[in-house]
C-alpha cells in the first residue's frame, strides 16, 4: 500500500520532471531558430520563475542544453540534444510572446501543447517565392559589389538556382557543410554557364568577379557568426565558440565549392573598377538594391510580412548609410559600427511600438552588411599564395565583422534605459 507521503513525492517529481522538460524544449527550439545563447538563457530564466522555479542554471552550447535548478523541493539537473540549426525568425517571434503570456500558475503541460504548436506551424512562404527573393538579392549584392547589368543578371540566376537547390537538401536533411558545397559549386557554375552563354551573344562581362562572388554571398553564415560574437561579449563562451567554428566551417565549405569552380573554368577574381553611374543614380539604385536584399532574406528567415517590409527598411537606411559615410572618407569599419547601432536601436523601438521580434529586423539588414566578398577573397587568395591580398582582405573582414557585433552589442545599453 502506498502512503499519503509517498504519493505526493511522486506527484512533486512527476511535475518536476514536467517542468524542466519544458525549459529544455523552449530552449532548443530557440538556439535552433538560431537566437543568441544569451537571449534563449534570459527567456528560460523568465518561464522557471514562473512555473515554480526556486533555482535555475542554464548553459548553452549549440548542440545542446543543460538545466539545473530546483522545482517543487526536488533538485533536478536535465540535457537536450537541439538537433541541427537554422534560423527562423517567426518561431522565435512565438515563443518569446508565449513566454510573455504565461503567468504564475501555469501548468508545464500546457506550455508543452503551446510548445508543440509553434513548432509544428508550416513555414510562412514556399521554396519558389524564396528563391525568387534571393535570385533577386544576389542580383542586389552583384550591384553593390560595383557589377553592371550582364553580371547582375548572371548572379541573379546563379543566386536563385542555388538557394532551390539548398532548399531541396535541406528538406532530405542534408549535411549543413557538404549542402553548402554543392549549393557553392551550383551557384557559381550556374554564373559562369550565364556568363559563357551571354559572351557568345556578343554581351561583354567587364566586371565578372564582382557577379561572380556575389552569385554564393547567400550562403555566407552571417547569423553563427554575429550571434557567436554578441554571446562571446555576454561571457556565453562555450555557445559563443561553437558558433564561431559550425560559421567558420560553413565558410570554409562554401569556399571549397568556389575553388573547384575557379579551378575548371579558370576564373580571375581580381577586382575591377566598379561600374561607372552618376551618384545620384548610385545612390538611389543602392537604396533599392539594400531593401530588395533585406526583406529577401527577411523572408528566408521566415519572418511575418510585416517584419519583411521593417527589414527591408532598415537594411536601406543602414547600409546607405554605412555606404555614403564611406563614401565621405569614414574608413569601412567605424561606418559599419554606426549602421549596426542604428539597426539594433530601430529594432527595439519596433520591438516596443509594433511588437517585431528583434531577431525578424536585425538579422536581415545585418547580413547584408556582412563582407561576404572578402571572406571568399581571402580564402580563395591564400589558396593561390597571394599572401598580401589575402591578409588585406581578411583584415578588412574582421574588422568589419567585429564591427557589426560591437554596434548590436552597443544597442543593448538602450535596451536598458528603455526599459
Not at 324 to 348: E, K, Q, R, W
Amino acid at each position: 500500500m502506498v502512503s499519503s507521503c509517498e504519493t505526493e513525492t511522486n506527484a512533486a517529481a512527476a511535475l518536476t520532471h514536467e517542468a524542466v522538460g519544458v525549459l529544455l524544449q523552449f530552449g532548443s527550439m530557440m538556439v535552433r531558430s538560431g537566437n543568441t545563447a544569451t537571449r534563449a538563457r534570459a527567456w528560460i530564466e523568465l518561464i522557471a520563475k514562473k512555473i515554480g522555479f526556486d533555482a535555475i542554471s542554464v548553459n548553452v552550447s549549440l548542440d545542446c542544453i543543460t538545466v539545473s535548478g530546483s522545482h517543487s523541493g526536488e533538485p533536478v539537473t536535465a540535457m537536450r540534444d537541439i538537433g541541427p540549426p537554422g534560423i527562423n525568425a517567426y518561431r522565435i517571434g512565438e515563443l518569446e510572446r508565449l513566454a510573455k503570456s504565461i503567468v504564475s500558475g501555469t501548468s508545464p503541460r500546457q506550455i508543452a501543447e503551446k510548445l508543440a504548436g509553434i513548432e509544428t506551424a508550416l513555414p510562412l512562404y514556399s521554396s519558389i517565392p524564396i528563391a525568387i527573393a534571393i535570385s533577386a538579392a544576389s542580383g542586389g549584392f552583384a550591384f553593390l559589389s560595383g557589377a553592371a547589368v550582364p553580371e547582375i543578371t548572371a548572379a541573379a540566376i546563379g543566386g536563385g538556382g542555388g538557394q532551390w537547390l539548398r532548399l531541396w537538401l535541406s528538406r532530405r536533411q542534408f549535411n549543413h557543410f557538404g549542402g553548402a558545397t554543392v549549393c557553392a559549386v551550383a551557384a557559381s557554375g550556374v554564373y559562369v554557364l550565364a556568363a559563357a552563354l551571354a559572351s557568345s551573344l556578343g554581351l561583354g562581362f567587364s566586371h565578372y568577379a564582382a557577379g561572380f562572388i556575389a552569385s554564393v554571398l547567400f550562403l555566407v553564415p552571417g547569423v553563427p557568426l554575429v550571434a557567436g560574437l554578441l554571446d562571446l561579449l555576454q561571457y556565453q563562451t562555450l555557445a559563443a565558440v561553437s558558433r564561431i567554428a559550425y560559421g567558420t566551417m560553413i565558410l570554409l565549405a562554401v569556399a571549397l565549392g568556389l575553388s573547384i569552380v575557379i579551378a575548371v573554368a579558370g576564373v580571375d577574381v581580381s577586382r575591377q573598377p566598379p561600374f561607372e553611374l552618376s551618384y545620384p543614380a548610385k545612390v538611389l539604385l543602392r537604396a533599392v538594391a539594400s531593401f530588395v536584399a533585406g526583406a529577401a532574406f527577411a523572408m528566408l528567415f521566415n519572418s511575418p510580412a510585416r517584419a519583411v517590409v521593417a527589414a527591408g527598411l532598415l537594411g536601406l537606411l543602414a547600409n546607405d548609410l554605412r555606404l555614403f559615410l564611406n563614401d565621405m572618407g569614414m574608413m569601412l569599419a567605424p561606418a559599419t559600427f554606426l549602421a549596426a547601432l542604428t539597426i539594433g536601436i530601430v529594432a527595439l523601438l519596433l520591438e516596443q511600438r509594433f511588437d517585431i521580434s528583434l531577431m525578424a529586423t536585425t538579422v536581415s539588414p545585418i547580413i547584408i552588411m556582412m563582407p561576404g566578398l572578402n571572406a571568399f577573397e581571402t580564402i580563395v587568395l591564400f589558396n593561390q599564395g597571394e599572401m598580401v591580398n589575402a591578409l588585406q582582405a581578411a583584415a578588412s573582414c574582421g574588422f568589419v565583422i567585429g564591427a557589426l557585433a560591437m554596434g548590436l552589442a552597443s544597442s543593448r545599453f538602450f535596451r536598458q534605459r528603455m526599459t
